[in-house]
């Protein structure tokens, strides 16, 4: 059927079927995806936006189809962002909603990972529960490696992934101790041992999980499943405003389609052109999917390979691979092995599920894992078009420089054949990525070749690489000039210098990472060298030489394991009573409703009348005069209802410091300039595309090296002094000096920001629900915006999807952008950031800048230090000069430095203004000074662990700002965590693995911690709440802390429960709003449980001595007939409750105060083995010691110190933002940015409360550990620091050596020098434009 006649017929219905539900839409639209159609259309707000680019796993459903010829249903899950609601016909979807909910039933899945603690801010959780559920509908009793594949496409910036793991191996079959024969104790084993000591490991118990009974299991739609055995098959055309969708129902028609739409794309999983619609705002007039057809779908075994159709998923190939491997003799299926190496860490599940061979390889992109292997191995495409047939080999594509033309656009992609490999021939496949798993290739390689029969003489070879051009590339000339060569080292030799001269990258090359990617090249030829020696060898030892055993260790690639985990803590009082909660480790107060998808966020506040949405026009220049806005195009889009710029702001446009509309010049990339609002969410970003915008550029300060140059700074130098640094210097024995970069870290929090401002249309009052950790001051800021009293701006918050300090300051400009536009239509204002504008906004971590001189004897004590830090704060100050503040205050770490001296400088540059971020400076600052630490040690030759024990606080002591610090706590954590971790029988196996192994080193490092605690003003530790009693006896608790995921609702509802006396059951928490708890301080600094929780304890006792005389008279009543009688005699059930804050003042014209109310102690070992050819690494084990003792909940502090780990572990080894030389920030999404996932924890994961430590100053004695985990990731840093020291100092590389932050891939690998960094060409600075700066 031609298109003319399907139109003739009138556009079809799509139906699918959604939790059992029907679903007839007579106007789907192709650009429409089923995540905003299940969030918007059918009000189904479980399933949530993360990225809406399929690399985070938030929107994940299950899809079932029905295969009506095998009569086989599929259940797979699948990015719902990137599924077009037309590929959806005869489907059935299934979504978080539809597995459970808190009204009927929950499902196991859900049950489990609440109940282990899986869900902090709960934003990921309902992705986990489909990847989980979804893989259980599959294998009901799952093996690890496969929980481990189904969670690999799910990211969490919580949790660290490892509660979320604990519960999804509750429905494994194997054992789930840590099965460690090591020392002959595993973890179980250890439980008993600790009994006595009133410590526990347990954490959840799983007795009192409910089975999983897969016949209760919904099943797939009847109807549906009739509707598609007697439905004759037919094209289908749906019909949207500007696209049309057709799905023919044969080859010939679609055939015919091509010939009349060449232009049009086939859509078979929409991973690759989804992506480009979305991102880059590519659009197509007409869609064609081919997915039906059933020639695009074979699977053929012949006699001398496989024929796979074009539209088959990558996980169908990986299936079929996989049986046909273990069927045939291992000399055939070489290629297909090299083809599974690709696809077990391509993409994440839910990517492999949907996305098509066809896809994959038409796309033709460089990354493509595919391709390099496909071409290698001699495979061949069946291409059709109306003019016929023929079959084409994909070599040719790519071998003939880039060869896009060899195919025509009329063609089509019918299968592509992969042929068994022969005798004598050999396929391998290389990648290496940012993150092992779930990440685009930084570059890969598809190697091949073919000996004359029983010698070494290269008859064949080819070898293809990924990640290096634009797009697949053939280094063909290298492969002829080797046929005829024996297979010896001399052969490689000229291979590589063939090789790097064939394929040459220039210095400018996009994606950067140029001399490490030319590195790559080489290492992976190596790599393959060896192997092929190796396969030689085996097959005939007495003519092949084996390789040497120096070499051997090039070739294990490292495996994934399930990781293992034990939490220790300390039992509450055997005496305390069963119903007091307080100590024990409470499941998150919401963390059924995060498992169920029926915990709200701002996004998901139902449609309120009228609403419009808003969109925002931002800066493409780092710093320039907006000359002219032309509005008028934007205004002619339909259903654009009005733009917004500063003119319209009636009150103060933000803050003296930072505008939320531009105002006459832009001073960074991705400042707002204005806002399209619009009748739906799309007409408004339309809208935004046609705003024009006239700039005079000026010059920008981009790097700190810029600003240092320019003199371009925020406020006056911070500085702390203590002893006499010229003295001490004088007094070493030696003195060494040095400099650090270390990058910023994005906040990668799940939710973006999003905002809701709904006028109440009275006395100018507005409801404003925001996502923030600080209500008070988007009150503030609205009000100022709109000229009234902060008494008519009512804020609301009930939880933030994520925060980590990224949501204190930002969120007030958004509300203000969202509330003028309210006020200026008159209509309630939806604004929700994509995932790339809210990164492309909000700033980060401040990347860093450190140089000190450090004077030390030889005995490794340091005598004196003076440093030099400064931050890359941005355009703006927002939160930088406190940030510089802490940076210089904890600089000293857990270390007395007699002689130190600390200065500070924030550097005022044009780039998004950096914020707030868990740790807030410190993770800098320590990280710098244990950087110089460790160069004291290698240039004294002590071992680092010596040294900083050496130079460590013990019993009380003054810090350099003249605070007492008692250190008691900080040598035991260090001690417990060297005899925990078996620090010195771990090391010593280092080392033995280390000699034994060239290409391959682990390495191990012990890192202690002073943190401290607060804020260095009284005044941020003040707190109120607010709790009511009803007269049925039910508690409501108000505070000003806001539920960021890190339980401190939980908190709140323990403490009132223990002070009131009543079951938790009875305490209920609804929302922070600035209508209850006026004035409340900015939930940060891992001080908000505390102090509110002061304030909730006051209020608590307020109301229980109110009920004392009335509880004395009837002592034996219950809780409800006291506050009957207490209501009956008119006492007040009602009471505020205020703490006035920890005291802490810091003096900077002295430099000296109580900068902070108290200390955290901490101490973590790691170890981590590298692959010094690649780069690549893995965490084995950590071992974490934390002072934190009396735990309010000790499964939401534990929580929260691995989740801050982790998130170290990201900032220290793998996240990296990249700025254009413009100053574009180009890591903008989760496919550019990685921040760790499941494959990156460590594989044996252990915490541990030192036991008996009291802290007199907070409640029940308990400690704030919201952020201190994050710098004990540095470890991790250390442990490759110390793997890449064994390397260099192995190859000759003596003296100490500097390794900046974040330790990539790439660093690892230039680190390890060797022959292969030694032979790739090297650009001379000035010669080139890099494609990247470094702005730290
Ligand atoms: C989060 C994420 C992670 C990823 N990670 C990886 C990775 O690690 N490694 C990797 O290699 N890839 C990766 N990819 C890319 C992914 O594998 C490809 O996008 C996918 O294979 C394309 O298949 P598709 O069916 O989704 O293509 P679609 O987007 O539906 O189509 C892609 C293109 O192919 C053309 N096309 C499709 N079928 C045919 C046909 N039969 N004949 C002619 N042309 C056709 C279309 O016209 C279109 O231009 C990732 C993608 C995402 C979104
Ligand atoms: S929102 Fe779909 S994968 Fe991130
Ligand atoms: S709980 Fe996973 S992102 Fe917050």
Redesign the pocket.
Known sequence: MSLPAARAAGPDELIFYVNGRKIVEKNADPEQMLLSYLRKRLRLTGTKYGCG???CGACTVMISTYEPVSKKIRHYSANAC?LPICSLHDFAVTTVEGIGCTKTRIHPVQERLAKCHGSQCGFCTPGMVMSMYALLRNHPEPSMEQITEALAGNLCRCTGYRPILDGCKTFCKEPFCCQSKENGNCCLDREDKLKGEKISTKLFSADEFQPLDPTQEFIFPPELMTMTENQPKRTLVFQGERTTWISPASLKELLELKAKYPKA???????????EMKFKGVHHPVIIS?ARILD?NVVRSTDNGLTLG??CS?AAMKDVLTNTVSELPGEKTKIFRALLH?LK????QQ?RN???????I??R?S????NPILAVGNCTLNLASREGTRWISLSDIFANGVGNNTLTPE????SVHIPHSRKGEFVSAFRQ?QRRE????IANAGMRVLFAEGTDIIMDFGIFYGGIGSTTVCAKQTCRALIGRHWNEQMLDEACRLVLKEVSLPGSAPGGKVEYRRTLIVSFLFKFYLEVLQSLNRMDPHRCPDISEKHGSVLQDFQPKMPQSEQIYQEVNPEQLPRDPVGRPIMHQAGIKHATGEALYCDDIRAVDEELFLAVVTSSRAHAKIVTIDVSEALKVPRVVDVVTAEDVPGKNGTEDEQAYAKDEVICVGQIVCAVVAESAVQAKRGVEKVKIEYEDLEPILTIEDAIKHNSYFGKEKKIEQGNIEEGFKSADEIIEGEIHIGGQEHFYLETNSVLVVPRGEDNEMDVHVSTQDAARVQELVALALDVQSSKIMCHTKRVGGAFGGKVTKPAFFAVVAAVAANKTGRPIRFTLERDEDMLITGGRHPFYGKYKVGFTNDGRITAADIESYINAGCTLDESGLVIDYVVLKTDNAYKIPNLRVRGRACKTNLPSNTAFRGFGFPQSGLFTESWIATVATQTGLPHEKIREINMYKGVNLTPFKEELDATNLVKCWKECMEKSEYYSRKTAVEEFNKQNYWKKKGIAIIPMKFSVGFNATLYHQAAALVHIYTDGSVLVTHGGIELGQGIHTKMLQIASRELKVPLSYVHLCETSTITVPNAIVTAGSIGSDVNGKAVQNACQILRKRLEPIINKNPEGKWEDWITEAHQQSVSLSATGYFRGYVANMNWDTGEGQAFPYFVFGAACSEVEIDCLTGDHKNIRTDIVMDACFSINPAVDIGQIEGAFVQGVGLYTMEEIKFSPEGEQYTLG??AYKIPAVCDIPEQFRVYLLPNSRNPIAIYSSKGVGEAGLFLGCSVFFAIWDAVAAVRKERGLTGTFTLNSPLTPERIRMACGDNFTEMIPKDKPGTYKPWAIDIA
């Open positions: 680019g399929g690399g990137l794309p086939l859509v078979v999983g929409n991973t690759s052109v989804g992506p081919p695009l074009a539209a990558l690709q860490t391509l993409g994440g990517i949907i996305s098509s061979l066809g896809g994959n038409m796309s992109k990354t493509s894992d595919l063609e089509v992609l019918v990525a779930n990440a685009l290739p989760p496919d």
